[in-house]
């Protein structure tokens, strides 16, 4: 491969970051959009009393699988942009060593926030629908008992999906490091 060829793919391996990066910026923003759909349909327009719209109640419990669904997609972008950015380092990419360097004199990522807005605010979500299932009132006339265990379900469902997701994302963040090293060297 000539030097050319090198700096294009160079080139190419940089747009996939811009793209990946500029797509989980999409999916973020859409889980935003997506979570207050939902959330409107299921509190705002579903009448109380026993009509057929009654069953949009439990539309709410549909949050925690959107946010699960948006996390993870954004995380495996996240792992991408991490492997590219170590191949860049290691093919001599002077931007992608400074991350790096940053990164092992400082301990930390320094993009970390971008992840810690994504989890907290499916915890956040997650855990308003465990809540709403413990305050909203029960009975006749008011939302059905099923619903509200529903809600406490599915909203605990989807913590637990975002603390596993989470821990697999930094299992695999460590490794994908940790081979991106070992081949450094």
Not at 24 to 38: P, R, Y
Not at 141 to 146: F, I, K, L, R, Y
């Amino acid at each position: 491969m000539s030097g050319g060829d090198n700096e294009v793919s160079m080139e190419g391996l940089r747009t996939e970051i811009i793209e990946s990066q500029k797509t989980q910026a999409d999916f973020l923003k859409w889980k935003l959009i997506s979570v207050a759909a939902v959330a409107s349909i299921s509190l705002g327009l579903a009448p109380t009393g026993g009509t057929a719209l009654e069953g949009a109640k439990l539309l709410m419990c549909l949050v925690p699988l959107v946010c699960a669904y948006v996390d993870l997609i954004s995380l495996h972008l996240m792992i991408r942009i991490l492997t590219i950015g170590i191949y860049l380092k290691n093919s001599g990419d002077p931007y992608e060593k400074f991350v790096f360097g940053v990164r092992e004199k400082t301990a930390t990522n320094p993009f970390v926030f971008e992840a810690v807005a994504m989890l907290v605010s499916s915890g956040v979500f997650d855990a308003t629908i465990v809540a709403l299932g413990f305050a909203l009132p029960k009975g006749p006339g008011n939302w059905p008992s099923e619903y509200l265990a529903a809600y406490i379900v599915s909203g605990v469902l989807g913590i637990v999906a975002t603390i596993a997701f989470w821990l697999m994302h930094s299992s695999r963040t460590r490794e994908v490091i940790r081979v991106g090293e070992s081949d450094d060297k």
